[in-house]
């Protein structure tokens, strides 16, 4: 593999890591809003159906992105749990 390759992939897991911690950086938003601290409900909103896009995109490609689907899918989850949790 050369150089440039090897950069790709460590600069392509260092983003899915990423992509997974912000999603879950959530997890205190969802205990707020549980304990009646509401946050808005937008972003996550958004947050989970810009990943719902991202991992259709993915999977529709010949050869499935395997780290945009695992970095993304946590998104949808997280994501409708704090817009669900902020509206109820």
Same mark, same amino acid.
């Given at each position: 593999?050369?150089?440039?390759?090897?950069?790709?992939?460590? *600069? !392509?897991?260092? +983003?899915?890591? #990423? @992509?997974? #911690?912000? &999603?879950? @950086? &959530?997890?205190p %938003?969802?205990?707020?809003? #549980?304990? !009646?601290?509401?946050?808005?409900?937008? %972003?996550p909103?958004?947050?989970?159906?810009?990943?719902?896009?991202?991992?259709?995109?993915?999977?529709? %490609?010949?050869?499935?992105?395997?780290?945009?689907?695992?970095?993304?899918?946590?998104?949808?989850? #997280?994501? +409708?749990i704090? *817009?669900?949790?902020?509206?109820?």
């Amino acid at each position: 593999m050369e150089k440039k390759e090897r950069m790709v992939l460590v *600069f !392509g897991r260092i +983003a899915s890591v #990423l @992509s997974v #911690l912000m &999603y879950v @950086s &959530y997890i205190p %938003q969802i205990m707020n809003n #549980l304990a !009646g601290n509401k946050g808005n409900p937008i %972003q996550p909103m958004v947050a989970m159906v810009n990943c719902i896009f991202w991992v259709i995109y993915a999977t529709m %490609q010949k050869k499935k992105d395997y780290p945009i689907i695992i970095a993304n899918v946590p998104g949808i989850f #997280l994501g +409708a749990i704090t *817009f669900i949790t902020a509206i109820m």
